[in-house]
């Protein structure tokens, strides 16, 4: 089979190139760097001729509101013509749990935007709507902290390791699509003041934690059901296996 990884040189793209790989597939990962751009069409066609599935996970290098809906929006387009052109049986898209959820956070608007237009495309799809990874905690916790205080949300999140999003989405390319959407999330919801806590201490971080409720997430309003699975009647979920602390046992 052959798979074509849009972002695959990523922190998810990269080790699901590898297990593709050992799997026995033909895998083309396809970004800037490899020669294959979403937004100016440079060498998308050359990456997708012949291709059975892509997988579409890449990210934005720019934040801001309009920059990032652009990008997404280019860049979906691009590969849903590709993907039509060259008769690829599967899209399958990496998006983010309770996307629709956060409409005041331009980020999630551009993703809610990507799923659209992969839904409308008219080709067989599979759209994983992932947590947060474990790997962006002290990010998110550094974007709320100055020299002497860290202030996080006490709001539910349910994190997830990256390495089991690029399982699963190993495990969703090889098989039918299922022209649905559901989630995928870590095996447990905690507060991010409290994840933030935990991996903070882990690098020996002194700062003061502090709750804060009026920090929000990423700018916007959150509440307990924003950035957990479950809560979305119409989806299934599905709960990894790695917890926070056995991941961080493993990378620190």
């Given at each position: 089979m052959k798979i074509v990884v849009v972002g695959g040189t990523g922190l998810i793209g990269k080790p699901l190139v590898e297990l593709l790989r050992n799997a026995g597939h033909d895998v083309v990962p396809a970004s800037p760097s490899t020669g294959v751009n979403t937004l100016t069409r440079?060498?998308?066609?050359?990456?997708?001729?012949?291709?059975?599935?892509?997988?579409?996970?890449?990210?934005?290098?720019?934040?801001?509101?309009e920059a990032v809906l652009e990008f997404f929006q280019t860049s979906t387009r691009t590969i849903v013509d590709a993907a039509n052109f060259a008769g690829v049986g599967h899209h399958v898209?990496?998006?983010?749990?309770?996307?629709?959820?956060?409409p005041d956070i331009g980020y999630m608007r551009a993703k809610v935007a990507q799923e659209n237009i992969v839904?409308?495309?008219?080709?067989?799809?599979?759209?994983?709507?992932?947590?947060?990874?474990?790997e962006f905690l002290a990010g998110i916790a550094e974007g709320t902290a100055d020299e002497?205080?860290?202030?996080?949300?006490?709001?539910?999140?349910?994190?997830?390791?990256a390495a089991d999003?690029?399982?699963?989405?190993?495990?969703?390319?090889?098989?039918?699509?299922?022209?649905?959407?559901w989630e995928l999330a870590g095996p447990e919801a905690l507060p991010i003041v409290e994840?933030?806590?935990?991996?903070?201490?882990?690098?020996?971080d002194i700062r003061k934690i502090v709750t804060d409720p009026a920090?929000?997430?990423?700018?916007?309003?959150?509440?307990?059901?924003?950035?957990?699975?479950?809560?979305?009647?119409?989806?299934?979920?599905r709960l990894a296996t790695t917890s926070l602390d056995e991941?961080?046992?493993r990378t620190q």
């Amino acid at each position: 089979m052959k798979i074509v990884v849009v972002g695959g040189t990523g922190l998810i793209g990269k080790p699901l190139v590898e297990l593709l790989r050992n799997a026995g597939h033909d895998v083309v990962p396809a970004s800037p760097s490899t020669g294959v751009n979403t937004l100016t069409r440079e060498g998308v066609a050359e990456a997708f001729a012949g291709a059975d599935v892509v997988v579409d996970i890449p990210n934005s290098p720019l934040l801001e509101d309009e920059a990032v809906l652009e990008f997404f929006q280019t860049s979906t387009r691009t590969i849903v013509d590709a993907a039509n052109f060259a008769g690829v049986g599967h899209h399958v898209v990496l998006s983010i749990v309770g996307a629709d959820r956060m409409p005041d956070i331009g980020y999630m608007r551009a993703k809610v935007a990507q799923e659209n237009i992969v839904k409308n495309s008219g080709s067989p799809y599979s759209i994983v709507r992932a947590t947060q990874f474990f790997e962006f905690l002290a990010g998110i916790a550094e974007g709320t902290a100055d020299e002497m205080t860290v202030r996080l949300s006490p709001v539910l999140m349910q994190p997830i390791a990256a390495a089991d999003v690029s399982e699963v989405l190993a495990e969703v390319a090889t098989t039918t699509p299922t022209n649905n959407t559901w989630e995928l999330a870590g095996p447990e919801a905690l507060p991010i003041v409290e994840l933030g806590r935990r991996v903070l201490t882990k690098a020996g971080d002194i700062r003061k934690i502090v709750t804060d409720p009026a920090v929000g997430y990423f700018g916007g309003n959150v509440n307990d059901t924003s950035l957990t699975p479950g809560n979305d009647p119409v989806l299934s979920h599905r709960l990894a296996t790695t917890s926070l602390d056995e991941w961080l046992s493993r990378t620190q």
